[in-house]
């Protein structure tokens, strides 16, 4: 029950936005967080956006898995 | 699909596994991990056949379904039972065995209980049953928290007079506390859940490298991020520096989501609660505060669960898996009396339990 995915946002209308990863599409509420956009990647749970996503840290993370040394 | 093919990449995975192994000490390593998605994906990915042998990786109490326990879902039965009742429920729980029925048992005789896959449907729901109580089971850690306070209080805005919560809300960091006190357990690490600490962030785990010198790592949930979560608690037990680091920096940052907490502390009230095989831990349940009284199931139904002492499940060993105690195949009733059709225990029961993890991916 706590799985929780990435999801691209589609369409933002007030408290609601339209979301999609893969072919799945959904309604979610953004209440619990403030100023996103159109093109921004959140983490879905429950039906709800729990936190964005940040493109920067997902890069770094991955170019430090490159660099282990 | 993005942030989840990129964290696959076998590339990557070898070079971090060659990585563990070169670090790995010779002694044995006690990792815990406490989110029922670690537990699935470290099953489903069999990350454990890229281990070194001296790493053992245990699956805690991060199911939610798992460690309700069974007075919380017998209140759930006797709930379904009551007149004009609708149960709301995520979907795992229906099949929990409580003493002596279940709420899937309840269903097939008759009680409304309905799958939610948001709380917030509640909303719809209660709205278009004005004549029925309507009652949602809420079960989870930090990461379903906010969700369902932000539906309570908007419950509350809609003056909504027939919705209900029956709350088992818990907090991952107090179970943290008590498993990092078990002298049995010895743990050398923890994985600390990525979608609890995106509400939570990374602050609420330093007493446990502090008090405990428990390494500490939130991670991800996908191969990758799980395996360099396990190299950066190896990096600080190699070093004896425990430390709380963020493997999961996409997702978590030091504060968390403000917002969530917020609304978190707006709706409820922290108090000791029952986890399911650990028993009474402190100050580790939230429950609803009193401005929220009428939307409390267990205020307004004053509900007893009338057969809390009995204990069918008597080889059931969850309590003991939950703990890190045991393996779910040393419990002699899995796979064999146990499985995800027949389940007798809540391990079972549950996609993020760790009996079910292992008996599928075994």
């Known amino acids: ?69 | 699909m993005k942030y989840i093919d990129e964290f696959r990449n076998k590339t990557l995975i070898k070079k971090t596994t060659d990585e563990i192994m070169r670090i790995a000490p010779k002694d044995n390593i006690r990792i815990m991990e406490v989110c029922g998605t670690h537990t699935q994906n470290f099953c489903r990915f069999a990350l454990g056949s890229l281990l070194p042998s001296s790493i053992r990786f245990i699956a805690g109490p991060g199911c939610p379904v798992c460690v309700s326990d069974q007075n919380y879902i017998d209140k759930a039965i006797t709930l379904a039972k009551l007149k004009d009742t609708i149960i709301l429920s995520f979907g795992d729980m229906l099949r929990v065995p409580g003493s002596v029925s279940s709420l899937e048992k309840q269903r097939a005789e008759g009680a409304d209980v309905r799958i939610l896959y948001s709380c917030w449907d509640a909303i719809k729901i209660a709205r278009a049953n004005p004549k029925k109580k309507v009652i949602f089971l809420a079960v989870g850690f930090e990461t379903t928290a906010p969700t369902i306070a932000l539906t309570i209080l908007a419950g509350k805005k809609e003056n909504l007079q027939n919705l209900y919560f029956l709350s088992s809300l818990k907090l991952i960091p107090a179970a943290m506390r008590y498993l990092a006190q078990d002298k049995k357990l010895n743990l050398d690490a923890f994985l600390c859940p990525g979608h609890v600490s995106s509400v939570i962030g990374t602050k609420p785990y330093e007493f446990i490298p502090r008090s405990y010198k428990i390494s500490c790592c939130v991670a991800g949930f996908e191969p990758l991020d799980i395996l360099e979560g396990i190299y950066l608690v190896l990096r600080q037990i190699k070093l004896k520096k425990p430390a709380v680091v963020n493997q999961y920096t996409r997702a978590v940052t030091k504060d968390g989501n403000p917002k969530a907490r917020k609304i978190i502390s707006q709706v409820f009230k922290i108090e000791d609660a029952c986890w399911r095989g650990l028993g009474k831990i402190p100050q580790s349940g939230l429950n609803l505060k009193d401005a929220f009284i009428k939307f409390d199931a267990d205020k307004v139904f004053k509900i007893k669960p009338a057969i809390s002492n009995l204990r069918p499940l008597s080889r059931c060993r969850c309590g003991d898996i939950l703990k890190g105690l045991i393996s779910p195949q040393d419990c002699p009733l899995f796979a064999r009396l146990c499985r995800p059709d027949t389940p007798v225990g809540p391990c079972m029961v549950s996609n993020e339990g760790a009996c079910n993890a292992y008996y599928r991916y075994r």
Do not use: W
Not at chain 1, 36 to 51: E, P, Q, R, W
């Open chain 1, 1 to 69: 029950m706590c799985l929780a995915i990435p999801m691209k946002i589609k369409i933002i209308r007030g408290e609601f936005a339209q979301v999609e990863a893969g072919r799945l599409k959904r309604q979610i509420n953004i209440q619990l967080l403030s100023s996103l956009k159109k093109g921004d990647y959140v983490i879905v749970h429950a039906g709800f956006a729990i936190k964005k996503l940040d493109p920067e840290q997902a890069k770094e993370t991955l170019r430090m898995f490159d660099e282990i040394h």
